[in-house]
């Protein structure tokens, strides 16, 4: 059974930071690429960024880079995102995703809330 579980969502002020985590279980982590998804409050969700399974090759959306950086650990299944120079328009639920796994499928996590504000 495939597994995504978010964590370190929180309050943090403007300019803040922020580490969110995705633990990974069920699948063949290290083969494939993981993403972290975001989704304010009355818009559509969008991608935030993706890191291919060695990890060497990592894309961002515009609103990203240079504040935020993907990493992974396949050693211990976990992808984490970490977030800088907060602004409220990061405010959001930030979902981890696997766009493909061995079962030929993507799969999400139930999402952890980032709100930043003072």
């Known amino acids: 059974q495939v597994q995504l579980v978010e964590s370190g969502g929180g309050l943090v002020q403007p300019g803040g930071s922020l580490r969110l985590s995705c633990a990974a279980s069920?699948?063949?982590?290290?083969?494939?690429?993981m993403r972290w998804y975001r989704q304010a409050p009355g818009k559509e969700r969008e991608l935030v960024a993706t890191?291919?399974?060695?990890?060497?090759?990592?894309s961002y959306a515009d609103f990203a880079k240079g504040r935020f950086a993907i990493s992974r650990d396949n050693a211990k299944n976990t992808v984490t995102l970490q977030m800088n120079s907060l602004k409220a328009e990061d405010t959001a639920v930030y979902y981890c995703?696997?766009?493909?796994?061995?079962?030929?499928?993507?799969?999400w996590g139930k999402g952890t809330l980032v709100t930043v504000s003072t």
């Open positions: 995703n696997a766009p493909n796994t061995d079962y030929g499928t993507d799969y």
């Open positions: 890191i291919r399974s060695a990890g060497s090759v990592r």
């Open positions: 069920g699948f063949t982590f290290s083969r494939y690429a």
